[in-house]
């Protein structure tokens, strides 16, 4: 079965710098990668995702790079900010007429003012 | 975001009793999840069930039993826990077409066994 593997597993960095998480993943037949926050005591929230077909994908100070043969994808944050402090997971699922996603082990980001 | 609503958001529970974890999705979904999240591990997926069917228990304990009455509820029946199953159990839906749709989750269940 699929197994996604999550580095750093805390990342400290001061505001204003960039920051990245990597993931990898064992199934060559994933096909999506989503990237979720979670505050503390809160929800996780999807904040951006991508498919096979496409190498990079951005929205505004968030952008994620997937490279298929690899088989690892990062989550890149420009101009950090205090509010960006959260776990960030990623996840990998393929298509099997509904979705399993497997899930990495979590990134503490923390951004220091 | 009130898509995914969970109730109760925190349960304490004796090893003997049986209480019941509720989901409730008001976004058109049709195929839901439960996940468990424990500290310092990943999100661990527990059942989905598309179309109100299940289609995954990924090697669950009997002593969680989900119901899935219509594509808008998804319950979690809990009877004979152990301190172990003490976690944050988290609840999500999506589109599920045969294409990957994002997940949405609720706040999640706050389980403590005692």
């Known amino acids: 079965g699929e197994n996604v593997e999550q580095h750093p597993s805390t990342l400290s960095v001061q505001e204003g710098d960039s920051a990245v998480i990597k993931c990898t993943y064992s199934d060559s037949a994933s096909n999506y990668f989503p990237w979720y926050k979670q505050e503390l005591g809160k929800r996780p929230q999807l904040i951006i995702d991508?498919?096979?077909?496409?190498g990079e994908k951005k929205d505004q100070r968030i952008a994620v790079t997937l490279n298929k043969t690899a088989k690892h994808f990062s989550l890149h944050i420009t101009e950090t900010q205090p509010e960006d402090s959260a776990v960030y997971f990623c996840a990998a699922s393929r298509n099997t007429g509904f979705q399993k996603l497997v899930f990495g082990t979590g990134t503490r980001l923390l951004v220091s003012p | 975001e009130t898509g995914v609503t969970q109730t109760p958001r925190h349960l304490v529970m004796g090893m003997t009793n049986k209480k019941s974890l509720k989901c409730e999705q008001h976004l058109g979904h049709n195929a839901m999840y439960w996940y468990k999240q424990s500290a310092k591990k990943p999100l661990e997926l527990m059942f989905v069930?598309?179309?109100?069917?299940?289609?995954e228990n990924n090697s669950v304990p009997s002593r969680f039993s989900p119901e899935c009455p219509n594509s808008s509820h998804l319950f979690l029946h809990l009877h004979t826990l152990q301190p172990e199953d003490s976690a944050l159990y988290l609840c999500?839906?999506?589109?599920?077409?045969?294409?990957?749709?994002?997940?949405?989750f609720g706040d999640g269940t706050r389980l403590s066994i005692l």
């Open positions: 991508i498919r096979s077909n496409v």
């Open positions: 069930y598309s179309l109100e069917e299940r289609v």
């Open positions: 999500a839906s999506s589109q599920g077409n045969g294409v990957n749709q994002p997940q949405h």
